[in-house]
């Protein structure tokens, strides 16, 4: 699945839009391709593709049709931001922030824009304020709001485009993009081509409007701050943000065999910023695209990629080829060279997607295309054990992985099993340690994970919502002893995540007057903060 900052990256990391009243939800910054919101089993954006006739004895059992596409499923789980102890809540409703201190559960409210919805975490720079930025989706600005060491809360304002739905920010914190996903509207008109964006300098406080191509779907900073990405038709938009002012430089134009321009679904960038891989539809190769407008060439696999990801510190490139059941993995810092390049098949296996760790050395291999129980997990670590690999019975149709920061564990959202009486399941996976995965079932399909970013706390979130049956709760995971924890919650849950460095689990739910759930993970205490919106608490 293409680099998720991508890259929730990839493991649903925190930092993210809360939304704590009954209002709508925004998406939070550009870690994913998918839009927000609950997950439905439906076909999700992004979705990645490809294979041949020449399918493994697994895949056959569809009666030799071809399998489907893969569907990247990982974007549609979204967690709240966070940032350090600080939670920030938007409610398009009231037209309010509201700030929480989770030490010390006290609230401060502040004016935004009016419809404030998609939010992003801003990078802490120097010791500097905590801060997020919020889109206010009805009066066309932003709204930026800081929290310094002394708890004094602060707002500016920047006017930007009509229609923004998405954020970008750069890893140092200085840039932050307002951009619009067409995926996230419903039915646009194709002359609506989503390409202005409204770039924030958030040192100098100034707004550079500019256009890109048509319906962009990525939005990637290089990591010196120096260049700006976005992938969008007909290729690559560069930008230059060196000078005094953002500048549209170049467009990388990526073509296929043929010379036509592909569709950059699948695209990861790496976070350097010097190369592109992209993955187009039914082809056998990998494009690899260098950022500095050289020449593109082509990696030549075994069979049609039917995905592509690249690990979040952008050390490792994989890429499956489903008809085959063979992992490639690249090394991305030597990828001219010949040996950059390690194959591995895994015989009598069906697989078709991959996730790899944000550190690269752990990757694990699925399919949500056919059904299978089964899931791969490869050591990507350099050494004698490169490459090592063991496949582990789930129990039942994986539907979405999700890799933990330090690559040692995994939960993957799966199929209800044929027979059973429950509404959704999901799998805690050790990658590391050869330990058989757990099978949980819940009485409520899930809606959202949230992983401890790093260690001392290794932890998940997994939080189930039946909107039919009023049944909702949040499934505290404990690792590496792999105990699970349920608790009950007392209205809808609306997204999820987990405070590593704090030790705390918290859970927004839709409430007229605002209300979350904070679990610390060390005693697996459970504290509804409620009533926030007229700026009260109540501590149940």
Not at 424 to 444: C, N
Request: proline share 6%; hydrophobic share 45%.
């Amino acid at each position: 699945m293409a680099n998720d900052s991508r890259s929730l990256g990839r493991a649903a990391r925190v930092a993210w839009l809360v939304a704590f009243s009954s209002g709508a939800a925004g998406c939070g910054s550009d870690a994913s391709s998918a839009s927000p919101g609950a997950f439905d089993g439906s076909a999700a954006t992004g979705t990645i593709g490809g294979g041949n006739a020449a399918t493994t004895s697994a895949v056959s059992t569809t009666g030799g049709n071809e399998p489907p596409p893969e569907q990247e499923l990982e974007g549609s789980y979204q967690a709240p931001v966070a940032t350090g102890s600080i939670l920030w809540s938007a409610n398009p409703d009231s037209n309010r922030v509201a700030v929480i201190d989770t030490e010390s559960l006290t609230i401060q409210i502040a004016d935004a824009g009016f419809g404030p919805t998609t939010m992003a975490p801003i990078p802490r720079r120097d010791g500097g304020p905590s801060s997020a930025i919020v889109i206010n989706a009805l009066s066309h600005d932003a709204t930026l709001l800081s929290l310094d060491s002394e708890r004094e809360l602060t707002t500016a304002t920047f006017p930007i485009h009509a229609g923004a739905n998405r954020w970008a920010v750069s890893d140092a914190g200085r840039w932050a993009v307002a951009w619009s996903d067409a995926r996230q509207v419903e039915a646009p008109d194709p002359t609506d081509g989503f390409q202005d964006v409204s770039l924030i300098d958030l040192e100098a406080e100034r707004v550079t409007r500019s256009s890109v191509g048509y319906r962009p779907n990525q939005v990637v900073f290089g990591a010196d701050e120096r260049r700006m990405f976005v992938v969008a038709e007909p290729g690559i938009s560069v930008v230059d943000l060196s000078g005094d002012t953002p500048d549209a430089v170049d467009l990388i134009e990526v073509n296929s065999a043929a010379g036509e321009p592909v569709a950059l679904e699948d695209i990861a960038i790496t976070r350097d910023g010097s190369l592109a891989l992209v993955r187009e539809e039914g082809s056998s190769s990998v494009t690899v695209v260098p950022l500095d407008g050289d020449p593109a060439w082509a990696i030549e696999l075994t069979g049609p990629v039917t995905d592509l990801d690249l690990s979040a510190d952008g050390r490792r490139g994989v890429a499956v080829v489903r008809s085959t059941s063979e992992v490639f993995v690249f090394d991305m810092e030597r990828l001219e060279q010949a040996d950059a390049v390690h194959a591995l098949q895994v015989p009598d296996t069906s697989f078709g997607s991959v996730v790899v760790a944000p550190k690269a050395d752990v990757a694990v291999l699925f399919t949500n295309a056919v059904e299978t129980h089964e899931a791969t997990i490869v050591n990507l670590e350099d050494g004698a054990d490169f490459l090592s690999h063991r496949t582990v019975d789930l129990k039942a149709t994986v539907r979405a992985v999700f890799v933990a920061e330090d690559g040692a564990h995994a939960v993957a959202l799966l199929d209800v099993p044929e027979g059973s009486t429950k509404k959704g399941a999901f799998s805690l996976i050790p990658t590391k340690a050869e330990r058989a995965p757990k099978i949980v079932g819940t009485d409520a399909p899930a809606m959202a994970v949230g992983l401890a970013p790093t260690r001392p706390t290794a932890a998940a979130l997994v939080t189930t919502r039946d909107e039919t049956t009023g049944v909702f709760a949040t499934h505290v995971v404990s690792f590496p002893g792999l105990l699970v924890d349920t608790f009950a919650l007392a209205s809808p849950p609306l997204a999820t995540g987990v405070m590593g460095d704090a030790g705390l689990g918290y859970v927004a739910q839709a409430h007229p007057e605002g209300r979350v759930t904070f679990i610390e993970l060390a005693t697996l205490r459970a504290r509804t903060l409620t009533g926030f919106e007229l700026a009260t608490k109540v501590v149940e």
